[in-house]
């Protein structure tokens, strides 16, 4: 499998605010971070690529088919922010639910990872803890053989040490390279550890779409006062922010501009800090 997932030009519109010829890949085998502020089109994307908005133009191709079949659902688990089960229910009950569901339930791996990660199967979802509920979300879809997980801010608003444990589990589902991530998150901390690509979109339009080590590797923080910042060439620059007592200027080659700027203050960019300087930088 060349691609778990392919998004090619997918364009929404609404009344204020427009998603804009978004095109990216999930390859097989990977973990996919997308990125962007509030409001920046990610929940609009995951909604388009699962169907559950109707694009207007650009094509979604999702386990190498064009067409979102029955089949083709089977093999895709989501999960987004919240519960989707009704509160009296329990995880057991659940279980048969869902096995009425999906052809592919697989029972024993669903209580297999209940019992790993110590959720109760006879307790009301009621009783749960954001946290639990989160992680009975993400058993269920990892419970019919799914080959890509969608997870929209799935991570939200849970503790660290919980967090932690959801992480491994993703790491855990591509770790044989069948299976494939698109992770929708604005905890870049997360996509730090575990994604293998970061695509980064803003106000709608698509920033990049990069492999991760190079943004961690690569890229970096040019940190000068004015003369210096007068001095810098126009090409070497993405995008720079004017502080209180310097200037902050994001580069793809750290160690390149580190020769070329002997003098400069260059530091490694995080994740965080490239989308902020992208969303409240300006270009030169």
Same mark, same amino acid.
């Given at each position: 499998? +060349?691609?778990?997932?392919?998004? #090619?030009g997918l364009t929404?519109?609404?009344?204020?605010?427009?998603?804009?010829?978004?095109?990216?890949?999930?390859?097989?085998?990977?973990?996919?971070?997308?990125?962007?502020?509030?409001?920046?089109?990610?929940?609009?994307?995951?909604?388009?690529?699962?169907?559950?908005?109707?694009?207007?133009?650009?094509?979604?191709?999702?386990?190498?088919?064009?067409?979102?079949?029955?089949?083709? +659902?089977?093999?895709?688990?989501?999960?987004?922010?919240? #519960?989707?089960?009704?509160?009296?229910?329990?995880?057991?009950?659940?279980?048969?639910?869902?096995?009425?569901?999906? $052809?592919?339930?697989?029972?024993?791996?669903?209580?297999?990872?209940? +019992?790993?990660? %110590?959720?109760?199967?006879?307790?009301?979802?009621?009783?749960?803890?954001?946290?639990?509920?989160?992680?009975?979300?993400?058993?269920?879809?990892?419970?019919?053989? #799914?080959?890509?997980?969608?997870?929209?801010?799935?991570?939200?608003?849970?503790?660290?040490?919980?967090?932690?444990?959801?992480? @491994?589990?993703?790491?855990?589902?591509?770790?044989?390279?069948?299976? #494939?991530?698109?992770?929708? %998150?604005?905890?870049?901390? @997360?996509l730090e550890k575990?994604?293998?690509?970061?695509?980064?979109? $803003?106000?709608?339009?698509?920033?990049?779409?990069?492999?991760?080590?190079?943004?961690?590797?690569?890229?970096?923080?040019?940190?000068?006062?004015?003369?210096?910042?007068?001095?810098?060439?126009?090409?070497?620059?993405?995008?720079?922010?004017?502080?209180?007592?310097?200037?902050?200027?994001?580069?793809?080659?750290?160690?390149?501009?580190?020769?070329?700027?002997?003098?400069?203050?260059?530091?490694?960019?995080?994740? @965080?800090?490239?989308?902020?300087?992208?969303? +409240?930088?300006?270009?030169?």
């Open positions: 499998m +060349k691609n778990a997932l392919t998004v #090619s929404k519109t609404y009344p204020d605010f427009l998603l804009d010829h978004i095109s990216f890949q999930v390859p097989g085998g990977s973990i996919v971070g997308l990125i962007g502020e509030n409001g920046a089109g990610k929940s609009t994307t995951v909604n388009a690529v699962l169907g559950l908005i109707q694009k207007e133009t650009g094509s979604v191709s999702i386990l190498e088919k064009d067409v979102l079949d029955n089949d083709t +659902k089977e093999q895709i688990g989501a999960v987004f922010d919240g #519960s989707n089960f009704p509160e009296i229910l329990c995880p057991k009950k659940i279980s048969r639910i869902l096995k009425n569901i999906y $052809h592919s339930w697989d029972e024993q791996t669903y209580f297999g990872l209940l +019992k790993q990660l %110590s959720l109760p199967p006879d307790k009301q979802l009621r009783q749960f803890s954001k946290g639990m509920k989160m992680k009975l979300a993400i058993c269920a879809a990892l419970s019919h053989h #799914s080959r890509l997980l969608i997870l929209d801010e799935a991570t939200s608003g849970l503790d660290p040490v919980i967090r932690d444990d959801i992480l @491994d589990m993703l790491l855990d589902f591509v770790q044989d390279e069948e299976h #494939s991530i698109l992770m929708s %998150s604005h905890i870049t901390t @997360d575990i994604a293998d690509y970061i695509v980064f979109i $803003h106000e709608g339009k698509l920033v990049f779409s990069k492999p991760k080590d190079e943004l961690t590797e690569q890229y970096g923080i040019l940190k000068c006062g004015a003369a210096q910042f007068d001095a810098l060439e126009k090409s070497d620059i993405i995008v720079y922010r004017k502080m209180d007592y310097e200037w902050q200027v994001l580069i793809s080659d750290r160690h390149g501009m580190q020769k070329k700027y002997p003098d400069a203050v260059i530091v490694p960019a995080s994740i @965080d800090e490239i989308m902020l300087l992208y969303v +409240k930088g300006e270009k030169r």
